[in-house]
């Protein structure tokens, strides 16, 4: 059994290589010209927004709507690391992410005790007060933001970054703590019952989702340049928790490909962009109302699926 | 003094909020939503009462009659669309469909009128009565005074009617209401139509006080009007009016004599707060779940 | 092993269970019965820390477990099922299983994001162990299957399993035989007698089902309106005239 399990990786190991080649390739050469490279950027920044939400969201079932603050949290650390010292980016971006995290752990302990509906708002109302309390920084730009952030996430630094993410949080679920983390889910009484601490593992699944935000708020401050604290309210956190369930709240390559879709929409549409604000929300109700588990609901995509396919058609035929 | 006019002006506002804060509590207390876009209606309810005024000149009574039923209307339309269809439905799903019709509402209302805030015509003239140092201003009065009018009907509606007894006894066990009898679809619809028609006309009175609106001035009052519900505790009638005077009072106080961009944290404090200590609220009860 | 001494809890002013004392030996199975709402599975929910017993002392082992939360009373090797099954359906059967090997899982987060040997080891282990428990239970061929696709006695029988999982010296089943026909009731006394034996447990059953109670319990434990009105063996209890009219009423 070790033997495929070793086969598969190295197969997932040679396609990401692949992936990453051909993108750098044709970033460099500028056939993929300056704008759609900030495009993909940005999508590979949002898949990790995605993915960090959907741990606490769809696999620990913990409805977050302050996901923004955190990404906050790891945006301005990151980005004063910068202007005010000579760190270099990548230790400046982690620390960012821990910093988040232990926002997320300050915040969790008191409010992780709340059920469902309470925790949702207290998250909210925590991201509106780092809001406002970034606002009323003047060390940190205050409410007319901070500029002069040199612009250094380029590809292969976002690349790695999302990459490691989504393998990451994929080992944490395909884990022990991982069925624990979806027990909580599931049925949090039962879990309980079979010795699963969940207290203590919503705790870890709210942080390490946080570190993963905070990264990508420090490759966010690097890729746009300025920081305006208005851009991480909670619309920012609903922002993300539409590309969650859109994906498949308990998938994480449906927060992948939702992430890219919705990110790579809007700026493609640019024509319809006056009506992204109506389209979206609508399109988030009907989702709920006749598609709730969104595209590819709490399974994975896998290459499973088309053999099922293929399957089913000989039955057809036969 | 001073401190006697913020305190009548925050009467005021939390008179507002409590009006907001009965229809969050009436909705939570009968489907165990938290109806994100309570705020939008309220809003949709000064946008009635604005063109009620403006475009078809209809003076004060009959612009909060027609934006009270516009609003209960609408209410009713939307828990038919998007949440009747979500009754069995995780929790999950209906606060994001309520999160998504919140944001439809604001940017619907944008897309038709436009961003800039539109001025209210004055509805009523614009006095003040002194009492001794302080000075209430007539839009204030009004305020005060339709609010607590209409919290005494809401009174005779929910402990004195047949319909009222309904929405208790579907607040407290809906399942066992429906086997009782009690049509539990017109119910929940009578309970949107009242939240929503209260919080229409909040909006107008808030209108007519600040007399300008703009698609995006439900989000906040909405939120602030939601920590009241809960500070009080949710799904306690007496408690919506609690919280919402106590709400505005706390926004009116801090802004006068604190900063006006920390009364946004400090209400929000406040539901942290009260969430970590008391989650039921002031006035509420504590539920468990059957294992 | 298990000690229960006086142990009352009032809900509001309700008192559910008034001065309950209850003693359980090692390889005993006892029956809790008595009408519906007489406070059985409240008791069930004060053993497994669900609920804090407003008075009274618990012990097993000689250790004071009152007021541990659930997942530490499982620590402690006493495992439940509910009355009302609460499976984790989108989860595997087999997933359902290993839930319950992760209080004493040997590796940590970092081992699960490294995916190091002491990680692949440990997975293996908790692979065949949960494999094994599913074949005695004739679950093992729908392993991979989803817990919500799971016929109802298939759905009861993985419970116990999942119970059993977590290696319990005392195993506390709500209602086991709820939905089962005669024969599936059969089936489950003869199943609950071999769990007995082969794991070396204790059981303490809530049940309706008097065949089932009369037919493998030692020792019985009669509620009625939170207290205890009887305890004997089921001759006893068959014929004690409380009993009769407390399930009866008078006059029966």
């Not at chain 1, 690391?81 to 400046?92: C, F, R, S, V």
């Not at chain 1, 890219?260 to 709920?288: D, G, K």
């Amino acid at each position: 059994m070790k033997d495929i399990l070793k086969k598969s990786s190295f197969k997932a190991l040679m396609a990401i290589i692949a992936v990453f080649a051909l993108l750098n390739t044709l970033i460099q050469t500028g056939v993929i010209n300056y704008y759609y490279s900030g495009i993909i950027n940005l999508i590979l920044i949002n898949v990790i927004l995605a993915v960090s939400l959907n741990l606490i969201v769809g696999f620990t079932g913990q409805l977050c709507l302050g996901h923004a603050g955190f990404m906050a949290v790891g945006a301005y650390i990151s980005a004063i690391l910068t202007l005010k010292t000579n760190m270099p980016l990548i230790l400046g971006i982690i620390i960012g992410g821990i910093i988040a995290s232990l926002f997320a752990l300050l915040i969790g302990i008191p409010t992780l005790k709340l059920t469902g509906d309470y925790f949702a708002i207290t998250t909210l109302a925590f991201g509106e007060i780092i809001k406002v309390i970034i606002m009323n920084m003047d060390y940190l730009g205050g409410a007319s933001g901070l500029s002069g952030i040199p612009i250094k996430t380029k590809f292969p630094l976002a690349f790695i970054f999302t990459v490691l993410t989504i393998v990451i949080i994929s080992n944490i679920i395909k884990s022990s703590h991982g069925r624990a983390i979806i027990s909580i889910r599931e049925n949090e009484i039962a879990a309980q019952a079979m010795g699963v601490n969940t207290f203590k593992y919503k705790i870890y699944s709210f942080v390490i989702a946080a570190f993963f935000a905070g990264i990508a708020g420090a490759l966010y401050s690097h890729y746009i340049g300025f920081l305006q604290p208005a851009s991480f309210d909670y619309l920012q956190s609903i922002n993300i928790l539409v590309f969650v369930v859109f994906g498949g709240m308990g998938s994480l390559s449906g927060s992948i490909i939702s992430a890219s879709i919705l990110t790579f929409l809007p700026e493609a549409l640019r024509s319809i962009n006056e009506l992204r604000m109506i389209i979206y929300p609508l399109a988030l109700i009907i989702l709920m109302i006749f598609r709730p588990q969104g595209l590819l609901g709490n399974k994975e995509l896998s290459l499973k699926i088309f053999k099922n396919l293929a399957n089913r058609k000989e039955d057809k035929v036969c | 003094m001073e401190f006697l006019q913020q305190l009548i002006n925050g009467l005021a506002l939390g008179s507002v909020y409590a009006l907001l804060a009965l229809g969050y509590t009436m909705v939570y207390g009968i489907i165990n939503l938290i109806n994100f876009a309570h705020g939008e209606i309220y809003m949709i309810g000064a946008f009635i009462g604005y063109f009620a005024s403006t475009t078809f000149n209809l003076s004060l009574i009959p612009t909060l009659i027609i934006s009270m039923i516009g609003s209960a209307i609408l209410g009713m339309i939307i828990e038919k669309v998007a949440y009747k269809p979500l009754r069995n439905s995780p929790r999950i799903t209906l606060l994001i469909t309520a999160i998504g019709m919140s944001l439809l509402l604001q940017n619907g209302m944008r897309f038709l009128v436009g961003p800039n805030p539109k001025p209210y015509k004055d509805l009523i003239p614009n006095s003040f009565i002194n009492l001794g140092n302080v000075q209430i201003n007539s839009k204030t009065l009004l305020m005060l005074g339709v609010s607590a009018l209409l919290v005494l009907l809401l009174q005779f509606i929910v402990y004195k009617t047949k319909v009222g007894l309904a929405m208790r006894a579907a607040s407290y066990d809906i399942e066992a209401a429906s086997l009782m009898g009690i049509n539990v679809n017109n119910t929940i619809s009578t309970t949107f139509a009242i939240g929503s028609a209260l919080a229409g006309i909040a909006g107008v009175l808030v209108a007519i006080a600040y007399p300008s609106i703009n698609p995006y001035m439900g989000t906040m009052p909405g939120l602030r009007a939601f920590v009241a519900a809960v500070l009080g505790g949710i799904g306690s009638i007496p408690g919506a009016l609690v919280g919402g005077v106590l709400i505005g009072l706390i926004e009116t106080l801090t802004k006068a004599y604190i900063s006006t961009s920390f009364s946004d944290a400090i209400v929000f404090s406040v539901l942290i707060i009260i969430l970590l200590i008391k989650p039921s609220g002031l006035l509420g009860k504590k539920t468990n779940e059957k294992v | 092993m298990l000690a229960v001494q006086n142990l009352s809890i009032e809900f509001g002013g309700l008192k559910a269970v008034s001065n309950l004392n209850l003693s359980i030996n090692s390889k005993e199975v006892v029956g809790l019965i008595g009408p519906n709402g007489a406070g059985k599975t409240t008791v069930f929910n004060m053993l497994t820390g669900v609920y804090t017993p407003t008075t009274g002392k618990i012990s097993y082992f000689g250790e004071d477990i009152n007021g541990l939360k659930p997942y530490a009373i499982t620590e402690k090797k006493i495992a439940r099922t509910f009355q009302n099954i609460r499976l984790f359906s989108e989860l595997s059967v087999i997933d359902n299983v290993k839930i319950s090997y992760n209080y004493r899982v040997k590796y940590n987060l970092f081992d699960s994001i490294f995916r190091t040997k002491k990680f692949r080891d440990e997975e293996n282990k908790i692979q065949e162990e949960s494999l094994e428990l599913l074949k005695a239970f004739s679950l093992d061929s729908k392993k991979d299957e989803l817990a919500k696709n799971l016929s109802y006695g298939e759905q009861r029988r993985l419970e116990i399993v999942r119970a059993l999982a977590t290696k319990p010296s005392l195993l506390l089943l709500d209602e086991p035989a709820a939905g089962m026909n005669p024969q599936e009731t059969k089936d489950l006394m003869e199943m609950i007698n071999w769990i007995k034996d082969k794991f070396n447990i204790s059981v303490l059953l809530i049940e309706h089902d008097m065949k089932l109670v009369m037919g493998i319990c030692e020792k019985i434990v009669v509620l009625d309106y939170g207290k205890k009105i009887a305890e004997g063996t089921p001759e006893e209890i068959k014929n004690n005239p409380k009993v009769i009219e407390a399930y009866l009423g008078e006059g029966a």
